[in-house]
């Protein structure tokens, strides 16, 4: 059984870096064609791909906030960490950690339960 | 980015309706369309990918369809349970993005 769990800062303040990680189980980041990522969700709005890595290492990440992000794996501690740097109120979002694999199509098959972070000075 | 167009944003409809959500990719995107659920306060679920196959463990009365740029979801006879926020995704390359949601309601 997969699990994600996400775990991190609730509050962050403007200019701030925030750190998540999620901590998985149930399956191993170095088997082919899987990968995790994380997606965020504005309160009230839709959802937002921000980054993902692949068991091959390869990273891939949301153009507009490239430049803030950067996504890291652990396969020894099964974790995945996610930071993002000069955080802003508008980056205020429940943030998911997602499974994803290739059967057919990429698609993701397991989310975590979220975690809310609220950037507030 | 490939824009994902739901089509519409709200729907009303009653238990045992049929419901038909559409949803448009700004260009082709072959069948790497993938349909998600999301009840409030909760983490959306996986229904269909692919564009036409029903993940494992959903319910038949959910089905998909489409490829290039129009997609489906249709729920064939809806039940309590499926009153929810309805989200198309594409997978077809990185960023992957999401339709902006079509929220069924009683």
């Known amino acids: 059984q997969i699990t994600l769990k996400e775990s991190g800062p609730t509050l962050v303040k403007p200019t701030q870096t925030l750190t998540l990680t999620c901590t998985f189980s149930g399956f191993s980041l170095t088997s082919s064609r899987v990968g995790v990522g994380w997606i965020r969700q504005p309160p009230g709005k839709a959802l937002e791909w921000l980054a993902l890595i692949y068991w091959d290492d390869d990273e891939r990440y949301r153009p507009s906030l490239e430049r803030r992000l950067t996504i890291t794996k652990d396969t020894s501690k099964n974790q995945v960490v996610l930071t993002m740097t000069n955080m802003d109120p508008v980056d205020t979002a429940t943030y998911y950690c997602?499974?994803?694999?290739?059967?057919?199509?990429?698609?993701?098959?397991?989310w975590g339960q979220g975690t809310l972070v609220t950037v507030s000075s | 980015d490939i824009q994902m167009t739901q089509s519409p944003s709200s729907l009303s409809a009653s238990v045992g309706d049929r419901v038909t959500i559409t949803c448009r990719a700004s260009?082709?995107?072959?069948?790497?369309l993938n349909w998600y659920q999301q009840k409030p306060g909760k983490a959306p679920t996986l229904l269909i990918y692919?564009?036409?196959l029903l993940q494992s463990g959903v319910p038949s009365r959910f089905s998909g369809s489409g490829s290039g740029t129009d997609f489906t979801l249709t729920i064939s006879g809806l039940q309590p349970e499926d009153f929810a926020t309805y989200y198309c995704?594409?997978?077809?390359?990185?960023?992957?993005?999401f339709g902006q949601g079509t929220k069924v309601e009683i």
């Open positions: 260009q082709s995107i072959r069948n790497y």
């Open positions: 692919a564009s036409s």
């Open positions: 997602i499974h994803v694999k290739q059967s057919y199509v990429w698609h993701i098959d397991y």
């Open positions: 995704q594409h997978s077809y390359s990185t960023p992957w993005t």
